[in-house]
């Protein structure tokens, strides 16, 4: 029975690596023609899809007014969901809090996804947002090391930057640029 539920556990792991190494490989094949993005209908649809997971640790999730972009809306709503489903799963013993603003700059939108989550060490930053790069064990914290770099990816094919604000203990601040115009 135990060598079984190993096996069982294995393939549980590998279809969900499949799953997201798909996803990230779908972000520029099978993406979406770009159309005007109400951010605020994503984040509302993103709010359904994680409403379990928020309703179980008590997550309060606000936002600002955010703009209407050109895009893809299936990976606004993805990498939206990653971004606020991290700031769960990353959390510490406290309520999750998450708060969401967007700022227009001269050439492009700077959204903005602020937690209150465990933080991420300096050193560690820039390599969060490269495939497979874990920085907890999948016993700590379960995932497959991919939804960071799905974010980057679907970010440079909305012709934006991603990089990220943290301070151990204290939380991240997740941000990504969105052009005004037409990527």
Same mark, same amino acid.
């Given at each position: 029975?135990?060598?079984?539920?190993?096996?069982?556990?294995?393939?549980?792991?590998?279809?969900?690596?499949?799953?997201?190494?798909?996803?990230?490989?779908?972000?520029?094949?099978? $993406?979406?023609?770009?159309?005007?993005?109400?951010?605020?209908?994503?984040?509302?649809?993103?709010?359904?899809?994680?409403?379990?997971?928020?309703?179980?640790?008590?997550?309060?999730?606000?936002?600002?007014?955010?703009?209407?972009?050109?895009?893809?809306?299936?990976?606004?709503?993805?990498?939206?969901?990653?971004?606020?489903?991290?700031?769960?799963?990353?959390?510490?013993?406290?309520?999750?809090?998450?708060?969401?603003?967007?700022?227009?700059?001269?050439?492009?939108?700077?959204?903005?996804?602020?937690?209150?989550?465990?933080?991420?060490?300096?050193?560690?930053?820039?390599?969060?947002?490269?495939?497979?790069?874990?920085?907890? $064990?999948?016993?700590?914290?379960?995932?497959?090391?991919?939804?960071?770099?799905?974010?980057?990816?679907?970010?440079?094919?909305?012709?934006?930057?991603?990089?990220?604000?943290?301070?151990?203990?204290?939380?991240?601040?997740?941000?990504?640029?969105?052009?005004?115009?037409?990527?």
């Amino acid at each position: 029975d135990e060598f079984i539920a190993f096996a069982v556990d294995g393939a549980v792991r590998m279809q969900r690596l499949i799953n997201d190494l798909l996803s990230y490989s779908r972000v520029t094949t099978k $993406g979406r023609e770009f159309k005007p993005v109400d951010m605020n209908e994503v984040l509302k649809q993103t709010l359904l899809n994680l409403k379990g997971a928020l309703d179980e640790c008590g997550a309060s999730v606000t936002a600002d007014p955010l703009p209407v972009v050109s895009g893809d809306s299936t990976q606004m709503e993805q990498l939206l969901q990653n971004l606020i489903a991290n700031a769960v799963k990353f959390r510490r013993a406290e309520t999750p809090t998450v708060h969401i603003s967007a700022e227009r700059g001269p050439k492009d939108f700077v959204v903005s996804v602020r937690d209150n989550g465990i933080g991420i060490e300096a050193r560690h930053l820039d390599r969060i947002f490269v495939i497979f790069k874990r920085l907890h $064990g999948s016993a700590e914290f379960p995932g497959t090391g991919l939804g960071l770099a799905i974010c980057k990816k679907i970010v440079e094919r909305h012709g934006g930057r991603i990089w990220v604000d943290s301070q151990v203990g204290t939380g991240s601040t997740f941000h990504f640029t969105l052009p005004l115009g037409k990527p």
